[in-house]
C-alpha cells in the first residue's frame, strides 16, 4: 500500500508496474499480486486492467484519509497544542560535548607505532616502498618518524617510545613540549 501511495498523484491514482513494487517492497511477484488482491478485497484500492502506461495497471487509492485536504481551511484560528500529560519538559539547553565527566575516546590500536623487524616483512616493505615505516634500527629516521606523526596530531602509543627518545626529540627540537602534551606523551 505505502509503494502505491507513493506513486499516487492528486487524484489518489497510480499506475507502477509489478516489477517496479517487486523492487520496491522486496517482495516476490507472486507476493506483490498477493497483496494487491487482499487490498482489492479489502476495498482499499480498486484495479483497472491495461488502463495505465504501456498496459500496466491503474490503481486508485480508496482511503479517505488520502482525500482529506492536508492544510488547515484558510482564516482558520490556531489551534494550542499542549505536551500531553505527563512528558517531559522541553530541554531548553544543550549538554556540553562531551559531557563532563566523560571517559576519553577510544584509542586507535590499529596504527603501528613502531617499526617491524624480520628478514621477510623488511624486504616486503623495501619492495612495496612504504616510507611511513623507518628502517628497524636507524634511530635517528624512527625518532623523526614520530616526532612527524606527533606534531601532526597522529596517536602514537606511550608504550612506542622510550623516555630517552622524548627527551632527545625535545632536545633536538624535533617537538614542542605542547605537542608532547597534546599527544599525551608528557605530563
Same mark, same amino acid.
Not at 500529560?85 to 603501528?112: D, F, M, V, W
Given at each position: ?70 492544510? @488547515?481551511?484558510?482564516?482558520? @484560528? ?110
Amino acid at each position: 500500500m505505502l509503494a502505491l501511495a507513493d506513486h499516487a498523484d492528486e487524484l489518489n491514482e497510480c499506475f507502477p508496474s509489478i516489477a517496479r513494487l517487486v523492487r520496491m517492497t522486496g517482495m516476490s511477484e507472486r507476493g506483490v499480486q498477493q497483496v494487491i488482491r487482499r487490498l482489492e478485497q479489502r476495498g482499499f484500492i480498486v484495479t483497472r486492467s491495461n488502463a495505465g502506461r504501456k498496459g500496466s495497471n491503474r490503481f486508485r487509492l480508496c482511503l479517505p484519509v488520502l482525500q482529506a485536504p492536508s492544510t @488547515p481551511a484558510p482564516g482558520a @484560528p490556531p489551534h494550542p497544542v499542549p505536551p500531553a500529560p505527563g512528558a517531559p519538559y522541553p530541554r531548553t539547553r544543550c549538554t556540553l560535548t562531551p559531557a563532563p565527566g566523560a571517559p576519553k575516546p577510544s584509542i586507535n590500536h590499529q596504527e603501528p607505532c613502531a617499526p617491524v623487524g624480520g628478514r621477510a616483512r623488511e624486504a616486503k616493505r623495501r619492495k612495496h616502498g612504504n616510507s611511513d615505516q623507518a628502517p628497524v634500527g636507524d634511530r635517528n629516521a624512527v625518532l623523526m618518524l614520530f616526532a612527524e606523526k606527533i606534531n601532526a596530531g597522529r596517536y602514537v602509543a606511550p608504550s612506542a617510545l622510550s623516555a630517552g627518545q622524548v627527551r632527545e626529540m625535545r632536545e633536538r627540537g624535533l617537538v614542542t613540549e605542547e605537542s608532547l602534551k597534546r599527544s599525551g606523551l608528557e605530563g
